[in-house]
């Protein structure tokens, strides 16, 4: 079983923390920029709490994980109403506590709750634990998880009934500051403390071709194919699930339009661990096949753009960020309606 892993006094203690948060309905007067933190004993990490339910529709807490999480959390601010990205449900990095009506349980969370004699009734009543990473399925819990998501609901208690009497305790005295709890290991065991450090600084994700590619880009620059034409390229992901015998995953594609006629005229899929070196050396594969270049390249990912600039640069393309893709979004909205069929 998934989470046999996880001792059962650990599932007790998740359960009855999230059944006094969920007792509490801090909802009714928290809402998405109430953010909070909450220090991971073991690893220092900090996971940034956010209450859900002041909608209506989800209830439960969801815990962003270190700097990346909040980075995630921030995007869905900032857009607001806006219609989001249609990856940020597959890049999410996160813990989340909800309470759900009984169909959302899988066979393990079953388990488990008959294990701990526990017992609940209505539509969302029912607490769920899941981890989100990108790219794969929301999935169980780890022993170590379970813990420190226990810690957050506790902690998210304790903040969330100050936070009740004073409107003022999450604002930040200086920007880019946020209230997070703190242990520290005393005499009398773990204690919190209020503190306004600055989230760790944001490593960003250095996409580049690999040499093994960049030398096939360089045999095909050799080659002097003809150009014609320009062409519509994105990585994304599909909401097609597949099954792992680890963890199902959400399949990484690269997509090619003609933008001329609309045409799909290259399509690749890979899993979360072959990721880009896999998509771009499919896609080197077909230009070598069908042996001709596109004069100008059009994408509007940032990752794109930095995996096929050397490449463009070396084939002598012109590459182009846009805000947007129209004819790959209709092929995708296409490809996703497939999926949802199938």
Not at 188 to 210: H, M, N, R, Y
Not at 215 to 241: H, M, Y
Request: include cysteine.
């Amino acid at each position: 079983m998934k989470n046999s892993s996880v001792e059962l006094n650990d599932w007790r203690a998740l359960y009855q923390a999230a059944e006094k948060f969920r007792n509490l309905r801090c909802w009714e007067w928290m809402n998405d920029p109430d953010v909070f933190g909450v220090q991971n004993p073991s690893t220092g990490e900090i996971g940034y709490g956010c209450v859900m339910g002041s909608l209506g529709d989800l209830f439960g807490l969801v815990v962003y994980l270190g700097r990346e999480g909040l980075e995630n959390y921030l995007k869905i601010i900032s857009l607001g109403s806006a219609d989001p990205d249609p990856d940020f449900a597959f890049t999410q990095k996160c813990l989340m506590a909800s309470f759900e009506h009984r169909g959302a349980l899988r066979k393990e969370d079953y388990q488990v709750i008959k294990e701990l004699g526990l017992k609940f009734r209505g539509s969302d009543h029912w607490p769920l634990f899941r981890f989100y990473d990108p790219g794969y399925f929301p999935w169980f819990l780890n022993s170590e998880q379970v813990i420190y998501l226990t810690l957050v609901l506790e902690q998210a208690i304790d903040v969330a009934v100050r936070r009740r009497d004073n409107e003022d305790l999450l604002i930040s005295p200086e920007e880019d500051l946020y209230f997070v709890r703190v242990p520290e290991m005393t005499g009398q065991g773990l204690q919190w403390k209020d503190e306004w450090p600055k989230p760790a600084p944001l490593v960003p994700k250095t996409i580049v071709p690999s040499e093994s590619n960049m030398a096939v880009v360089r045999r095909i620059a050799q080659a002097n194919l003809p150009k014609g034409g320009t062409w519509e390229i994105d990585f994304f992901f599909t909401s097609a699930v597949v099954k792992d015998d680890d963890r199902p995953f959400f399949p990484l594609v690269s997509m090619v339009v003609d933008h001329n006629n609309g045409m799909i005229i290259h399509f690749s899929i890979a899993n979360v661990s072959e990721g880009y070196p896999k998509l771009l050396s499919d896609l080197l594969k077909f230009v070598e096949g069908v042996g001709s270049l596109p004069n100008r390249i059009l994408v509007c990912r940032t990752e794109t753009f930095c995996l096929l600039t050397p490449v463009a640069e070396q084939l002598g393309i012109k590459i182009h960020k846009t805000i947007e893709l129209t004819l790959i979004e209709e092929a995708r909205e296409h490809l996703s309606q497939f999926f949802m069929q199938t």
